[in-house]
């Protein structure tokens, strides 16, 4: 089992920057599909991004494509979302999550196919 802990969220004002970090415990990130989601207060939660457990396939929300980059550094048990361009509508607190199984896009952008999720951080981006 995996332990999965978010840091980086923050009070940004629009058009800025944060970077979010997902560190893991317990077992490599490696043997892992990796996803961010978001829940905006009184909303469901979304998928934002995706990678493949090999590094090569990535996946983005249209909302954030171009805005945000997802990335992994396996010698550091770490998934990041590199997040520029800030908008009011990210705010939302950001989770990480962790999935095994078969690596499909569709599953890579499902909700429901991650087993090992984080506590969330909080994310706020003023108007």
């Known amino acids: 089992q995996v332990r999965l802990v978010e840091s980086g969220g923050a009070l940004v004002q629009t058009g800025g920057s944060l970077r979010l970090s997902c560190a893991a415990s317990g077992r490599t990130l490696g043997v892992y599909d990796m996803g961010w989601f978001r829940q905006a207060p009184g909303k469901e939660r979304e998928f934002v991004a995706a990678?493949?457990?090999?590094?090569?396939?990535?996946y983005y929300a249209d909302s954030v494509k171009g805005r945000f980059t997802i990335a992994r550094d396996k010698l550091k048990n770490t998934v990041y979302l590199q997040m520029n361009s800030l908008k009011p509508e990210d705010t939302a607190v950001y989770y990480c999550?962790?999935?095994?199984?078969?690596?499909?896009?569709?599953?890579?952008?499902?909700?429901?196919?991650?087993?090992?999720w984080g506590q969330g951080t909080q994310v706020t981006v003023s108007s």
């Open positions: 990678i493949s457990r090999s590094g090569i396939s990535l």
């Open positions: 999550a962790a999935k095994g199984g078969i690596p499909t896009a569709r599953d890579l952008m499902t909700l429901d196919e991650y087993a090992y």
